[in-house]
């Protein structure tokens, strides 16, 4: 029970942090002292606090997708184990219940866009899911691989056993979906180089387009959301590149926070260093982690 109450907590607390991590390092890297770490769980705050605006065209959709969105994406996250503990929820199979969990969160928050009659949101609708057409495979490649390696079709083990006796077959087959992964997490938390949080023009906007009508609240449940999609998916990738297992229990835990944290920094890098794609090269980046993921799998069947 204390291992499910410090996973639930985990998943509800740090995800804000990560972001607040994200935007020091990028703040660090362009010589600027930045906002606080804590800066999104202030903003998240202040965005319950204020009222909400909607437009008459809107019905229950536009109101139900954020909420949707957050409930689907908590339930993933208990999904993923957390460094050497197991996952609350697990069983043969849960692998296809989180990617389609992802694909749900998904449905609700372009059809929320849709649901506003603006072809604005409807043009960043049409970006999301066309972009998903090729992230989603290379996910589940990357299960495939895992699924191979470790003989199961649950998630927990299947994230707990990449290393093994045969680590040396395997290296070579993480270490490609690995790459696939980190690039998936970059177009699923729409990050740079495929999407970029702060940006408001029209010609590069994917996500943001879709969340401009949605306000307080609402807004501050997306702002979590997103949080919580990109803690999920670095837990995902932490597994693939860092598997441990250590004797002391709460070494385990403190071991997994710092590790996040890492991933982060990593993250925030990455946008430091990298420019935004143009949108009609984005594909290509995502067909990249798609073949990286599939011959990560042939390497495994040769």
């Not at 997490?185 to 949080?197: G, H, M, Q, T, Y």
Request: net charge neutral; hydrophobic share 60%; charged share 10%.
């Amino acid at each position: 029970m204390i291992e499910i109450a410090l996973h639930v907590l985990l998943l509800l607390v740090m995800p804000p942090f990560l972001l607040g991590v994200i935007n020091k390092t990028k703040a660090w890297f362009g010589g600027r002292k930045g906002v606080p770490f804590l800066q999104v769980y202030y903003d998240i705050f202040k965005l319950f606090r204020k009222g909400m605006v909607f437009s008459v065209t809107t019905t229950w959709i536009f109101r139900v997708g954020p909420l949707v969105t957050i409930t689907v994406l908590l339930i993933a996250g208990l999904l993923i184990p957390m460094g050497s503990f197991n996952a609350p929820i697990s069983f043969t199979g849960d692998l296809i219940l989180f990617a389609y969990l992802f694909g749900l969160s998904r449905f609700f928050t372009t059809a929320a866009a849709l649901d506003t009659g603006s072809s604005f949101e409807g043009m960043g609708a049409a970006r999301e899911v066309t972009f998903a057409c090729f992230s989603e495979p290379a996910l589940f490649f990357a299960f495939l691989v895992l699924a191979k390696i470790s003989g199961t079709l649950s998630l927990t083990p299947m994230l707990h056993g990449p290393l093994n006796e045969y680590s040396a077959i395997v290296a070579a087959p993480l270490v490609l979906i690995a790459i696939g992964v980190f690039i998936v997490l970059l177009a699923e938390s729409c990050r740079i180089p495929v999407d970029d949080p702060n940006t408001h023009l029209e010609l590069t906007m994917i996500h943001e387009v879709m969340v401009l009508d949605h306000s307080g609240p609402l807004f501050g449940v997306i702002t979590y959301a997103s949080s919580i999609k990109l803690f999920v998916l670095s837990a995902l990738l932490l597994h693939i590149m860092l598997p441990f297992q250590l004797d002391q229990v709460w070494l385990n835990w403190i071991l997994f926070v710092v590790e996040m944290v890492g991933i982060a920094v990593i993250i925030g890098v990455t946008e430091s260093v990298m420019a935004r794609l143009q949108l009609l090269h984005i594909p290509y980046l995502l067909i990249s982690a798609l073949l990286f993921c599939a011959f990560g799998f042939i390497l495994l069947i040769r």
